[in-house]
């Protein structure tokens, strides 16, 4: 019981801290944007997170047929990087969010891969993930708050 009592919040801040570390790659391609020959970065997490999901069983509970499902996705077979298959040891849970360069992308004259249109859309995708998984958290410790002075 007490090694999962801060399990949502662990998984909030391999959240936090990919959409963290997300922004800085974003920014950093923003910034490059007129360098020749330099080639954009992203970040992964969401498909590791997927594979956690599928390693430790979770199993969604949906109430309405419009809703859509949550947990392991029929057939997944673990999530596909630029890498290959991504290995993860006994604890499902164990993972970071890794940067890649993305090398397979069209490229403009001077040899750079960097669509500023693109990566704008991604940096506000990313704020907001980021201060949605910021409320979370802090709904999380109101939660904890509240058991530990018995909602005094």
């Known amino acids: 019981m007490w090694d999962n ?53 979770f199993k969604g509970a949906k109430t309405h047929d419009g809703h859509i499902n949550l947990g392991p996705m029929k057939g997944f077979k673990g999530a596909k990087t630029h890498y290959g298959h991504i290995n993860i040891g006994t604890d499902p849970w164990d993972f970071n969010a890794r940067i890649v360069q993305i ?6 004259m001077n040899g750079n891969n960097v669509d500023i249109e693109s990566e704008n859309v991604k940096l506000a995708q990313n704020s907001i993930y980021y201060n949605t998984l910021m409320e979370k958290l802090n709904s999380e410790l109101r939660r904890l708050r509240m058991a530990i002075t018995e909602g005094r």
């Open 5 to 57: 009592l801060f399990r949502s919040a662990d998984l909030l801040q391999k959240g936090l801290s990919a959409a963290w570390t997300r922004n800085a790659v974003i920014r950093n391609n923003i910034a490059n944007v007129e360098t020749p020959n330099f080639k954009a970065s992203e970040v992964e997490f969401e498909e590791l997170f997927a594979h956690a999901l599928e390693g430790s069983g």
């Open 103 to 108: 090398k397979d992308t069209g490229m403009l």
